[in-house]
């Protein structure tokens, strides 16, 4: 009976030195979809077009207050223009949408996964993430603030690394005013 004793109380001193010093991974917060936004802007020779696409979900991790990691899945087929009104708010958005854009009847959502987050002051981090536009993963890197309950983020995307080739002098010649540059901005508002 004291061998048996000791032994449980052996395996008990066993585990909570173990759970001491085990790292946990860190603390999960849900991003509120309905209370975020994401503004994109695109441009071209003779001007830009802004418009959003909704977050569809997403959380960041902390680690004892500090931005550790996140992930984030955009609702590709709600992109829509804001600058528009009419029948161009309406090509664009289907264009937008069609195969020689974003292609959403295939790629519904596009992925943000945080690989690197780096500290550079109170409440700001440079992040790098893998980014999957059209099934193709390549990695960014962003400037990140963090404020209470919200952060803002905005990521300067090349286009053409996702083979999102259309309107590109990169590829195509003689576009003069039809070419469209191949980086567009993204501008993040979130809640968590």
Request: no cysteine; proline share 1%.
């Amino acid at each position: 009976m004291t061998k048996k004793v000791t032994t449980l109380a052996a395996v008990i001193l066993m585990a909570v030195v173990t759970f001491s010093f085990t790292t946990i991974e860190g603390e999960k917060k849900e991003i509120k979809t309905e209370n975020s936004t994401v503004t994109w802007k695109g441009y071209k020779v003779t001007g830009s077009h802004y418009g959003t696409v909704a977050l569809q979900s997403g959380h960041l991790v902390f680690d004892e207050g500090k931005l550790t990691g996140g992930e984030f899945e955009v609702d590709m087929t709600t992109i829509v223009t804001d600058d528009l009104e009419g029948e161009y708010k309406g090509k664009l958005e289907g264009h937008l949408k069609s195969d020689d854009f974003f292609g959403v009847e295939k790629y519904p959502t596009s992925k943000l996964v945080f690989t690197k987050v780096k500290s550079t002051g109170k409440n700001s981090y440079e992040v790098t993430g893998d980014l999957t536009v059209k099934g193709k993963s390549a990695p960014v890197t962003f400037e990140m603030s963090i404020y209470g309950n919200k952060a803002t983020a905005n990521v300067k995307i090349d286009r053409t690394i996702y083979d999102i080739r259309y309107g590109s002098t990169a590829f195509f010649d003689d576009l003069k005013d039809k070419a469209i540059y191949d980086e567009f901005d993204l501008v993040t508002d979130l809640e968590f």
